[in-house]
């Protein structure tokens, strides 16, 4: 038996990122001789109940990885040792590479039921490769951002910073989340490999250990402060109230000390913000701000921000970083058409919309959301903006494209002030957004 210690997947494991069917039925394809060309399409059913819409985040970068697959040597030999596979059909998959389209929506752009997040046209071994992976990079991104966006809604202005990572599932959900918390409008994180390869500013305090690793609460912030200018110091190891007033006390004895902040992780956050705040203005810190964490989430800060509580900002770690209220969204890849002849799978309760599509959105006389159309592609629709766009062709990534999942965060902070008001409520609900399928739509999947 092989142990590895081994935690990372590199992109020349990602062919084997895969379930086992996928790659019985490619062999099944090939023996077969079937190689018309085939569109699947991304897509969920229904919304959990906890959310209105669904924020789009993965589809772009999964479509980029999707364009530089390929079968590495090695993991062509872990599937001959596995003894499932013909020579003849291995020696296929070493010149694999995929030759298709994909259309994709733009990352952070709202999303609802049966509405394609991206469509795959191509040979359909090369189509049928690509559920697994595509899948599972757009199913956690987009639950993650999901989340992370009803935060920032929920704070109305005030910083939200990701401290989720000691409790994400696994190493690669905590990097790739990083990803989907700036995309959704987190202002930082503490994650530094997340925050350093996605862009996002890093930013933390200090842990409890470290006050209780000295000999007096006292001299741990007078070490800290000195070693990091304009820091945040933890008030709670022992008494909130005397912590910040330690901190003022340090302040009037050396007043070359740069606190920027004290933050508040234990008890009654509202009331401790209030009376926190009250001391450190009476004694003419009005400049140092309040952070508040511990077991938050969108719900615990609405209340925070509707109450009037003093917080500056907030960090939120457990609660989004597993969205611990809808940790999954039931999407589906399904194969829509093959040899130019549209398919529908007719299962009771499965029954997928026919064909390529394009997904138009359409706005009001104020610019707010008003509706959604679900067409196929290639008919004309002049009532709304198309929303799918070609990101890979030939095989080929547009990079010119690829460029907007940079602009994803401006994208949501624009479509949250698009968005009518029935769908930034935080409380369960379900959503009424119209969503309607085109007359030439309907008609195909009545046929």
Same mark, same amino acid.
């Given at each position: 038996?092989?142990?590895?210690?081994?935690?990372?997947? %590199?992109?020349?494991?990602?062919?084997?990122?895969?379930?086992?069917?996928?790659?019985?039925?490619?062999?099944?394809?090939?023996?077969?001789?079937?190689?018309?060309?085939?569109?699947?399409?991304?897509?969920?059913?229904?919304?959990?109940?906890?959310?209105?819409?669904?924020?789009?985040?993965?589809?772009?970068?999964?479509?980029?990885?999707?364009?530089?697959?390929?079968?590495?040597?090695?993991?062509?030999?872990?599937?001959?040792?596995?003894?499932?596979?013909?020579?003849?059909?291995?020696?296929?998959?070493?010149?694999?590479?995929?030759?298709?389209?994909?259309?994709?929506?733009?990352?952070?752009?709202?999303?609802?039921?049966?509405?394609?997040?991206?469509?795959?046209?191509?040979?359909?071994?090369?189509?049928?490769?690509?559920?697994?992976?595509?899948?599972?990079?757009?199913?956690?991104?987009?639950?993650?951002?999901?989340?992370?966006?009803?935060?920032?809604?929920?704070?109305?202005?005030?910083?939200?910073?990701?401290?989720?990572?000691?409790?994400?599932?696994?190493?690669?959900?905590?990097?790739?989340?990083?990803?989907?918390?700036?995309?959704?409008?987190?202002?930082?994180?503490? $994650?530094?490999?997340?925050?350093?390869?996605?862009?996002?500013?890093?930013?933390?305090?200090?842990?409890?250990?470290?006050?209780?690793?000295?000999?007096?609460?006292?001299?741990?912030?007078?070490?800290?402060?000195?070693?990091?200018?304009?820091?945040?110091?933890?008030?709670?190891?022992?008494?909130?109230?005397?912590?910040?007033?330690?901190?003022?006390?340090?302040?009037?004895?050396?007043?070359?000390?740069?606190?920027?902040?004290?933050?508040?992780?234990?008890?009654?956050?509202?009331?401790?913000?209030?009376?926190?705040?009250?001391?450190?203005?009476?004694?003419?810190?009005?400049?140092?701000?309040?952070?508040?964490?511990?077991?938050?989430?969108?719900?615990?800060?609405?209340?925070?921000?509707?109450?009037?509580?003093?917080?500056?900002?907030?960090?939120?770690?457990?609660?989004?970083?597993?969205?611990?209220?809808?940790?999954?969204?039931?999407?589906?890849?399904?194969?829509?058409?093959?040899?130019?002849?549209?398919?529908?799978?007719?299962?009771?309760?499965?029954? $997928?919309?026919?064909?390529?599509?394009?997904?138009?959105?359409?706005? %009001?006389?104020?610019?707010?959301?008003?509706?959604?159309?679900?067409?196929?592609?290639?008919?004309?629709?002049? %009532?709304?903006?198309?929303?799918?766009?070609?990101?890979?062709?030939?095989?080929?990534?547009?990079?010119?494209?690829?460029?907007?999942?940079?602009?994803?965060?401006?994208?949501?902070?624009?479509?949250?002030?698009?968005?009518?008001?029935?769908?930034?409520?935080?409380?369960?609900?379900?959503?009424?957004?119209?969503?309607?399928?085109?007359?030439?739509?309907?008609?195909?999947?009545?046929?």
């Amino acid at each position: 038996m092989r142990h590895s210690v081994c935690v990372q997947v %590199d992109d020349s494991d990602l062919t084997l990122l895969t379930d086992l069917y996928q790659l019985t039925m490619l062999q099944a394809y090939w023996k077969e001789s079937m190689q018309e060309r085939a569109t699947f399409s991304l897509y969920f059913r229904k919304l959990p109940p906890t959310r209105r819409f669904m924020l789009a985040c993965g589809q772009q970068h999964a479509a980029a990885l999707a364009s530089r697959l390929r079968f590495s040597s090695s993991a062509l030999k872990q599937l001959a040792d596995t003894g499932k596979f013909d020579d003849a059909f291995l020696d296929w998959l070493a010149g694999w590479r995929f030759t298709g389209d994909i259309w994709t929506l733009p990352e952070g752009t709202p999303v609802f039921q049966n509405e394609p997040f991206l469509e795959v046209d191509a040979p359909i071994a090369e189509a049928q490769l690509l559920e697994s992976l595509i899948m599972n990079l757009v199913q956690l991104e987009t639950v993650l951002a999901s989340k992370a966006v009803r935060l920032v809604m929920a704070a109305r202005g005030r910083p939200v910073v990701d401290f989720g990572l000691r409790r994400m599932h696994g190493v690669d959900a905590a990097v790739r989340g990083v990803r989907a918390y700036r995309t959704a409008g987190l202002t930082a994180t503490s $994650n530094v490999l997340g925050g350093l390869r996605h862009d996002l500013e890093i930013s933390g305090t200090m842990a409890h250990s470290y006050i209780l690793a000295h000999d007096s609460e006292r001299e741990a912030f007078r070490a800290f402060a000195r070693h990091y200018p304009d820091t945040t110091l933890l008030v709670d190891t022992h008494d909130t109230l005397e912590g910040v007033r330690m901190v003022i006390e340090l302040l009037a004895e050396e007043p070359d000390l740069r606190i920027s902040a004290v933050r508040l992780d234990s008890g009654d956050l509202g009331d401790l913000a209030h009376r926190s705040r009250a001391l450190l203005d009476e004694a003419g810190f009005e400049a140092i701000k309040i952070v508040a964490s511990s077991g938050l989430d969108e719900h615990s800060i609405r209340e925070l921000v509707e109450d009037g509580a003093p917080i500056d900002a907030f960090g939120v770690g457990t609660q989004m970083g597993v969205s611990a209220d809808a940790p999954v969204i039931d999407l589906s890849y399904k194969l829509v058409e093959y040899a130019g002849i549209p398919r529908v799978k007719h299962s009771t309760g499965k029954v $997928n919309l026919p064909g390529r599509k394009q997904l138009y959105r359409r706005r %009001d006389a104020r610019g707010r959301y008003a509706g959604d159309i679900i067409a196929s592609r290639d008919e004309p629709v002049t %009532d709304g903006e198309p929303m799918l766009v070609p990101l890979v062709q030939d095989g080929k990534l547009d990079e010119s494209l690829m460029a907007m999942a940079d602009d994803a965060r401006e994208r949501v902070r624009s479509c949250l002030e698009a968005m009518p008001e029935t769908l930034t409520r935080l409380d369960p609900g379900e959503s009424d957004y119209p969503v309607e399928l085109s007359e030439t739509l309907s008609r195909l999947q009545q046929d």
